[in-house]
DNA sequence: CGGAAGATTTCT
DNA sequence: GAAATCTTCCGA
């Protein structure tokens, strides 16, 4: 699995070379894992998108505050999980909201937690994911040096196969809602769908 | 202590 | 296009 090091980087640079590798839960019931395609990063005190943002330090943010290599989870909208991989030294709250998986195990675990058969709807979202693979607020603060849940090496994405977009639903940070912290497989089917919200056309 | 809003999903 | 649903944060 990546071990600590890879962690305590710039949330920008381990985003990218998340890409490709592979989210793993051990659970009671079997291992579900998929490919990590889709996620953003969240560049701590001074990204007005970020929760931490002007090093706001609480019992959510908390986590952030260590160093990298931890998960993140908080609850969005009163109903759905978000999980996030903490980067960095300690000290600099940084994150990275995995937004897309492209299923690889325990696919039909996966299928009855989401009650749902078609593959593409399985993870391909943040909300959608954390259902998929049972990860919820108990994983809060989870080390991912550890066996539960972990990522694996898995594929390396050349930069030419990388897409760099806006975040996803920021519109209230200002100018940092522009910036192209979003990051992609380019052409993979299992990205999260574009957001039906007007787009300012050219 | 009250109120407002949210790093989303699902159904109409 | 809008509802669902509740934690978190901020201001009073």
């Not at 985003?15 to 701590?44: C, P, R, S």
Request: glycine share 8%; proline share 2%.
């Amino acid at each position: 699995m990546l071990n600590r090091q890879f962690y305590l980087r710039d949330a920008n640079l381990v985003a990218k070379d998340l890409l490709g590798k592979l989210l793993v839960h051990n659970t009671q019931n079997g291992i579900i894992a998929g490919m990590i395609v889709e996620l953003e990063a969240y560049m701590g005190a001074e990204d007005a998108a970020a929760h931490s943002y002007k090093n706001l330090r609480s019992s959510r943010t908390e986590v952030q505050f260590g160093e990298g290599g931890f998960a993140y989870m908080y609850l969005i909208y009163g109903m759905h999980y978000c999980f996030n991989v903490v980067t960095n030294v300690a000290n600099k709250p940084e994150a990275i909201l995995i937004r897309a998986l492209e299923p690889v195990d325990g696919i039909e675990i996966m299928k009855k937690n989401r009650k749902s058969d078609n593959l593409i709807n399985l993870c391909n979202g943040p909300g959608k994911l954390c259902s998929a693979l049972e990860i919820n607020k108990s994983h809060y603060g989870i080390d991912l040096c550890g066996n539960e849940l972990h990522i694996d090496a898995y594929q390396n994405v050349a930069n030419e196969n990388i897409v760099a977009t806006p975040r996803v639903n920021i519109d209230y940070a200002g100018e940092a809602k522009d910036y192209l912290w979003r990051y992609y497989i380019k052409g993979n089917k299992f990205v999260s769908k574009p957001s039906t919200k007007k787009v300012k056309s050219i």
